[in-house]
């Protein structure tokens, strides 16, 4: 069962915006740390931006200053905020969280299916 849904990409201009969504099921009790993940085509998967459970966060150097992650805990929900976007931004986009199941309160490990962002010159 997909635990984490990615929503949000699409095609768009350089110097656009796109905003991303990474949902937590009903399985999942509570989200703790999150990062969103990207993977150019032909290029290994990276990591773009970090939000840690106590709401630290961390980017790329590539996207800092023009992405933000956030969260929304009542929602269960991570969100990235993409800003004046590059054509070297264009992949797919993945959520991966330490999550707390709903029945146990256990931690673990999860990936999203993710969701393609491309970004055209």
């Known amino acids: 069962q997909v635990q984490l849904v990615e929503s949000g990409g699409g095609l768009v201009q350089a110097g656009g915006s796109l905003s991303l969504s990474c949902v937590a099921s009903e399985r999942i009790f509570r989200l703790n740390a999150v990062g969103w993940y990207r993977q150019a085509p032909g290029k290994q998967r990276e990591l773009v931006a970090h939000i840690s459970s106590g709401g630290s966060t961390n980017y790329a150097g590539s996207v800092k200053g023009r992405f933000t992650i956030s969260r929304d805990n009542a929602k269960n929900t991570v969100f990235l905020q993409m800003n004046t976007l590059k054509p070297e931004d264009t992949g797919g986009y993945y959520c991966?969280?330490?999550?707390?199941?709903?029945?146990?309160?256990?931690?673990?490990?999860?990936w999203g299916q993710g969701t393609q962002v491309t970004v055209s010159s």
């Open positions: 991966y969280a330490q999550a707390s199941s709903y029945d146990t309160h256990r931690e673990y490990d999860t």
